[in-house]
């Protein structure tokens, strides 16, 4: 049986989001309270002025879209009500564990502990106050802990991670439409409810019915387009790159991978952690260069559409591209701290795109009069998808405006060893 209609929440993207008592239960607690101060693409509003939503909205929206899926009448006939339930709670928590500006502090969190926000999300909800509301209303907190990371695993229940991990995930569809109002580089529209509902099972799969086709090619264009103009723009890229230096710089000072319980973590959000780096004699400078908008240039640029051992290693060791740094330093005659190789690939950066897409990455079917389902290869139905189907990495080297010149110039030297079946840029 449903749980309890509690009231409404407008939401600028898609309107009224009802919400249930349980869910304002979980509304209410610190950790989702806490997201009001974890803006969703720190670093972005250097570019856009209009991008200072927070991870609570986007929170709300995953939730909101859950349900939506989840009422598709092709999937609520598989679905029982706890399911709903427990999905749209799972959806409404997917981001509690992030930390200060989102995915700039993964890196610090990748390094220093190995772990992800999605580690630290399961800790948090079976660990810190959420648990015991969870509890109390008759939720296991480790299955919620679970499928909101898209890992619950339940038998012959596949679809209900896949709501919220996957190709086509509630995760995916709200922060693209989101991140795109919020900016303003709305560079694709993307028909949110239409793909929805051509969402079905195969088997205990989500799969997209191919009469969706359109909606589809756009949900994945638009996520390229949105990654190259929003969360890998050169601009906002050197703002992450900054804070990220920033809090390397202060973590001895400032402890802030030292925390040993949910409460000290989810004391760090991006107030407290701009107030205290801006007075920490290691990071303070960082800080009001970005408070003045002096922000870090980049001396080269490079799209790669094709692999070979070199450019594998650039985009997927942090050592090689160290060895890279130094070597650009030597021949620029700067110090090694004023050179900065940034790729996709890195765990601050939202969303990475190193490979386009991949032909099996979205699973689709064709319908046959009599209503019986055939998986089909995506790559059969469209050559958009054929085409995107492959490599594409971007790489760029950062530096201060005064080493600028020099930097442009030792690192063609350096990244002109590089074949030139690489060397298109866009």
């Keep these: 049986m449903p749980k309890a209609y509690w009231g409404e929440i407008k939401d600028p ?43 609570f909205e986007h929170s709300l929206g995953v939730m909101y879209l859950s349900g939506q899926v989840l009422i598709n009448p092709k999937i609520s006939t598989v679905a029982c009500s706890d399911e709903v339930d427990m999905c749209r709670i799972s959806a409404l928590l997917h981001d509690c564990g992030h930390g200060p500006f989102s995915h700039v502090f993964e890196h610090l969190l990748q390094k220093e502990l190995h772990k992800t926000h999605e580690d630290m999300t399961s800790w948090l909800v079976e660990k810190s106050e959420v648990a015991d509301k969870l509890s109390k209303m008759g939720y296991n907190p480790k299955e919620i802990a679970a499928l909101a990371v898209g890992k619950l695993h339940r038998k012959n229940r596949a679809f209900l991670d896949q709501i ?89 000072e400032l402890g802030l991978t030292s925390f040993k319980t949910p409460e000290e973590y ?10 205290a780096l801006k007075k920490c004699r290691a990071s303070n400078e960082i800080i009001s260069n970005l408070e003045n908008r002096r922000m870090l240039k980049c001396a080269y640029e490079r799209t790669f559409y094709e692999k070979d051992d070199m450019i594998s290693k650039l985009f997927g060791q942090e050592s090689y591209r160290l060895k890279v ?26 969303y990475h795109q190193g490979v386009l897409m991949g032909s099996t990455e979205l699973p689709v079917f064709t319908r046959s009069p009599a209503g019986e389902k055939k998986m089909q290869r995506l790559s059969e139905s469209s050559k958009i998808f054929e085409t995107l189907k492959g490599f594409m990495n971007i790489l760029r080297v950062y530096t201060d405006a005064a080493n600028r010149a020099k930097v442009e110039k030792a690192t063609s030297e350096v990244l002109g060893k590089i074949p030139s079946t690489a060397k298109i840029s866009f």
């Design 325 to 350: 740094c130094e070597e650009i330093a030597r021949e620029a005659g700067v110090a090694l701290d004023a050179v900065m190789i940034d790729v996709p690939t890195v765990p601050s950066v939202p």
């Design 164 to 252: 919220i991990s996957s190709a086509v995930d509630v995760d995916k569809m709200d922060f693209i439409v989101r991140d795109t109002y919020h900016t303003g580089a709305e560079y694709g529209f993307i028909d949110v409810y239409r793909l929805i509902h051509a969402l079905d099972l195969l088997g205990e799969n989500l799969a997209v019915e191919l009469g969706a086709l359109s909606a589809l090619e756009a949900f994945v264009i638009a996520r390229i387009e949105s990654f190259k103009s929003i969360y890998f723009h050169r601009v906002g890229r050197a703002a992450q790159i900054m804070l990220s230096l920033a809090m390397e710089k202060a973590n001895e």
């Design 266 to 275: 989810l004391a760090i959000d991006d107030y407290t952690i701009w107030g």
């Design 13 to 55: 993207v898609h309107g009224y989001v009802y919400i249930t008592e349980d869910e304002k239960g979980i509304i209410d607690t610190y950790p989702m309270q806490r997201l009001r101060r974890l803006r969703q693409l720190a670093g972005s509003e250097y570019v856009y002025p209009g991008a200072n939503h927070t991870r």
